[in-house]
């Protein structure tokens, strides 16, 4: 068992919101744990902003991304007032920042010189209880808390089972899940079968926080994650080019 790296969990939460919003599947995956309607319908996004918790890190990661508006090219940021500068980076735009779990914070964001004010709350601490092994034809029972124990809007488990073909440099996914939780739930059993069995498994559990205005998802992201399998270091290198694949492939549909 490895902690996923914080960066490739970015990627994990793009690509389940995305796969929901633009997906016409209700299904829950046969869990009944929770809602299955997804937050929002990202197809209707102009922007994406996002404040998401770097694990095992003190700072967390600011992202804004184009989605379906124009190109950024000037961006602006205040968080209580303050100017925060932001880095573009193959047309994402990034910063770290320190926030104080559970509180609520204002955020004035300019893009392309439309503004956006708007007040969102940091999820709590997340510490999840991950098993030291999975077995997909057993399934796992995974337990966490939140520091302090306060809802956030939406709890998201997701799972994905995935090879990589060494041969062509390329990796499969096999399987793709999510279910959404009912916010006050503390523990999700995996059912058996729920992954097949492949070289690598990859779960997350997710807590955020959002709101849509004018064209802006703006979403505030507590994220844990983890991956089952193969130790060999040159494979998992290459979860970076599975995950940046994967968000580009869900969110082309």
Not at 39 to 62: G, N, W
């Amino acid at each position: 068992m490895k902690k996923l790296n914080w960066l490739l969990v970015f990627f994990l939460i793009l690509s389940a919101m995305f796969v929901v919003g633009c997906s016409d599947d209700d299904d829950d995956n046969g869990n009944g744990n929770g809602p299955t309607d997804p937050p929002f319908e990202p197809e209707e996004a102009d922007y994406f902003f996002s404040v998401m918790d770097m694990e095992d890190r003190d700072e967390f990661l600011i992202v804004v991304y184009e989605y379906e508006g124009d190109p950024i090219t000037n961006l602006n940021l205040l968080i209580n007032g303050s100017a925060v500068e932001l880095e573009n980076m193959y047309d994402v735009w990034m910063t770290t920042y320190s926030f104080n779990y559970a509180q609520t914070y204002n955020f004035n964001l300019s893009i392309n010189r439309q503004d956006y004010d708007f007040n969102l709350k940091i999820p709590a601490n997340l510490d999840v209880d991950w098993p030291d092994e999975y077995n997909p034809t057993e399934g796992m029972v995974v337990n966490w808390t939140l520091n302090p124990n306060e809802n956030s809007m939406i709890q998201e488990f997701a799972g994905s089972s995935w090879i990589w073909h060494e041969d062509t440099w390329e990796y499969e996914i096999i399987d793709d899940k999510w279910v959404f939780l009912e916010p006050s739930v503390r523990s999700f059993s995996v059912p058996a079968n729920w992954l097949s069995v492949q070289e690598e498994y990859d779960f997350a559990l997710l807590e955020y926080n959002f709101l849509e205005e004018n064209g802006l998802i703006a979403a505030a992201m507590e994220i844990s994650g983890v991956t089952y399998g193969d130790d060999d270091d040159n494979l998992r290198q290459n979860l970076m080019f599975k995950f940046n694949e994967h968000v580009y492939r869900t969110i082309t549909k």
